[in-house]
């Protein structure tokens, strides 16, 4: 039998392997939030509410830009915690995540 070494698979090569799949799984589970968040509001996705942002009409632009400010804050806490702890998981994440306040005032 002959050993083809191109194909080993190093432990580091594991790890990564490992970290990218739960990077994609934290990735899913914020992506969903967001999109059940703008659902809950009327919206398909947050795609779709974002886009309001170039509405003519004021009060859609704001409610996608509160949004917009809140995605925002969801996306770096979630990068924070990723960078403080490369185990933790989707749901420590998903329970860490700040609420949006739709009557937050902009600047």
């Not at 009060?59 to 770096?76: G, H, Y």
């Not at 989707?90 to 005032?105: C, F, Q």
């Amino acid at each position: 039998m002959t050993i083809d070494w191109t194909r080993a698979i190093t432990a580091e090569a594991r790890q990564a392997e490992a970290a990218a799949g739960r990077r994609r799984e934290i990735d899913a589970a914020i992506q969903a939030r967001l999109d059940e968040t703008a659902q809950a509001r009327g919206y398909s996705s947050a795609d779709s509410l974002i886009s309001w942002a170039l509405s003519n009409q004021v009060s859609f632009q704001e409610e996608a830009a509160r949004f917009a400010l809140w995605r925002d804050e969801v996306w770096l806490r979630a990068v924070e915690m990723q960078d403080a702890d490369a185990e933790v998981s989707a749901v420590e994440i998903l329970a860490a995540l700040p609420d949006i306040d739709w009557a937050r005032p902009l600047a």
